[in-house]
């Protein structure tokens, strides 16, 4: 009944920009936290951000000074303004909600389906 839905991903050159977008759909009361995870091959998925419910923000080393985490309540949905796209960004995605009261249950976490992004000349 609730579902994440990625958007945004695609090829861009480095030092390039993008900008993805989550939306949580369905009947939704309040989502605590919500963040951008990646999983490049061979690796481990990995946080890239975090926003809380009060607006407070954590990124991975690697992407700080670059990726702008934001959210927007009243849409249940989390953006992450990538610029200065590195060719080691190169990942799969995902939107993470954690804590989300709906009216179909309670989810501890959820995932979405994931959004290529590549960098590459």
């Known amino acids: 009944q609730v579902q994440l839905v990625e958007s945004g991903g695609g090829l861009v050159q480095p030092g390039g920009s993008l900008r993805l977008s989550c939306v949580a759909s369905g009947s939704i009361f309040i989502i605590n936290a919500m963040g951008w995870y990646r999983e490049a091959p061979g690796h481990q998925r990995e946080l890239v951000a975090r926003?809380?419910?009060?607006?407070?923000?954590t990124y991975a080393a690697s992407v700080k000074g670059r990726f702008t985490i934001s959210r927007d309540n009243a849409k249940n949905t989390v953006h992450l303004q990538m610029n200065s796209l590195k060719p080691e960004d190169t990942a799969v995605y995902y939107c993470n909600t954690d804590g989300t009261a709906s009216a179909s249950g309670y989810y501890n976490v959820l995932w979405g389906q994931g959004t290529q992004v590549t960098v590459s000349s």
């Open positions: 926003i809380t419910g009060g607006g407070s923000t």
